[in-house]
């Protein structure tokens, strides 16, 4: 690949050189035939010479040469000047860090504020991030783990610190600070939502239609689970859902999720289903000037605060008699059902209807079938079928059998209505 040299500067000054999106930089006389400066841009690899480089070629004694030598080659350890209000802000303009969304960089921020906040606190005398060494991280790491958040969280929180020292000290230095031997809990097995069964969605229904139970925005709240029910998208998506996404003429929504638009910018296609479509037809009650939402003020309202409208959800569930969260160990519980199980509840009904999983992937807007199969939820009956199905399968017994249990689990009076039914045919 063609490199593309600096011809500007002193004799001795040495060269920038471009190799595919990264400039590098090189110099006979330092005895730095190629180093990755780690930028993309030529300002800042000029920059990063001036301040890091160029010092060396005109030191005036042997000794200063072979001391700023050493600290480029890590034999010295050399101490980054970033303020730590600056570290932030040099890492988000950073060109080289991966692309990631609005809410994701909102969430480093955080991140970083309470371990600036608590540096502030416990250790005033540093103001630089080369200041900051493996001694500082671990004890940072367990004044985080004395909160007791849950384990995900913890994990971010060293995850998002270790990957921002990275785009500002480089990767070396970031992994001195946040290295392997950090005090990490292990990542727990991810406890699956559960889905709801037709019976479980017709419990959810009954408590809109109760008047007794009032909740704010409980229309629009309402529709909210049945988007999420009939479409399978997450929260997000069903509260900013648009008019512009549904094509009423075609019967189908047409949108890129949320999750979608900083990665994939994937786009779902999703069949309307009658019943959704009436109640998005007769939601034009809401309709506002100057908004697309079919939820504007419920829209509005996640904007503001995602996490009160997701806590009204939970109501909702919480109302139709399912338990949320469930004890698993003394010191935290985990959640069982939120909106999310209306997504499983959709991909699961699907799979058990037989619908080939290709297509509940793109319905879905789902990137490898992987993640689909952790959605599906297969009944014991689909499971049956494919049993039967296979070769040398007595289907009349099994039929006979399934026919026998269901008779069964009959009331009386469903077995007497069902004799009645057998003599008039």
């Not at 005036?60 to 080659?73: G, M, T």
């Not at 050399?78 to 994701?104: Q, W």
């Not at 946040?178 to 991810?190: F, L, V």
């Not at 309307?272 to 697309?292: A, F, Q």
């Amino acid at each position: 690949m063609a490199e593309r040299k600096n011809k500007k500067g002193k004799k001795g000054d040495g060269c920038i050189f471009k190799v595919g999106q990264i400039y590098y930089y090189k110099n006979n006389i330092l005895g730095i035939k190629r180093t990755s400066l780690k930028v993309k841009t030529l300002k800042e690899a000029q920059e990063i010479v001036r301040d890091d480089y160029l010092p060396l070629v005109h030191v005036q004694s042997k000794n200063e040469v072979l001391i700023k030598i050493a600290e480029n080659k890590t034999l010295i350890k050399k101490t980054c000047s970033v303020s730590l209000n600056n570290v932030f802000e040099k890492f988000e303009k950073n060109p080289a860090r991966a692309k990631i969304s609005l809410e994701t960089l909102a969430l480093y921020r955080s991140h970083w504020n309470h371990f600036q906040n608590w540096i502030s606190k416990a250790h005033p005398e540093i103001s630089q991030i080369g200041q900051i060494d493996e001694r500082i991280s671990k004890e940072y790491a367990i004044v985080l783990d004395s909160a007791a958040p849950a384990q995900k969280t913890f994990n971010d929180y060293i995850t998002h610190l270790s990957i921002i020292f990275r785009h500002v000290l480089g990767k070396r230095e970031a992994e001195e600070v946040w290295g392997a031997d950090i005090i990490k809990k292990e990542t727990p097995q991810y406890h699956s939502r559960r889905e709801f069964t037709e019976a479980d969605m017709q419990k959810i229904w009954d408590v809109f239609k109760n008047e007794n139970y009032i909740i704010k925005d409980k229309e629009q709240i309402e529709l909210i689970f049945y988007i999420g029910a009939y479409t399978g998208l997450r929260l997000k998506d069903c509260v900013l859902l648009e008019y512009g996404h549904v094509r009423f003429n075609q019967n189908l929504i047409s949108t890129i999720p949320y999750k979608n638009k900083s990665k994939t910018q994937q786009r779902v296609f999703i069949p309307l289903h009658p019943v959704l479509k009436e109640k998005l037809l007769s939601s034009e009650k809401w309709k506002e000037k100057g908004t697309d939402f079919f939820l504007p003020e419920s829209a509005s309202r996640y904007k503001r605060n995602k996490w009160a409208l997701n806590q009204s959800c939970l109501r909702v569930i919480k109302k139709a008699g399912f338990e949320v969260s469930i004890e698993r160990t003394e010191e935290k519980k985990i959640n069982q059902y939120g909106f999310s199980s209306l997504r499983h509840s959709f991909v699961s009904f699907c799979a058990n209807a037989g619908v080939p999983l290709p297509v509940v992937q793109a319905i879905v807007g789902h990137n490898c079938s992987s993640v689909t199969r952790y959605y599906v939820h297969i009944s014991q009956e689909s499971m049956q079928k494919a049993i039967d199905s296979l070769p040398g399968s007595d289907k009349k017994t099994n039929s006979k059998n399934r026919l026998l249990e269901q008779i069964q689990n009959m009331s009386e009076e469903q077995i007497q209505k069902l004799l009645l039914l057998s003599r008039k045919v």
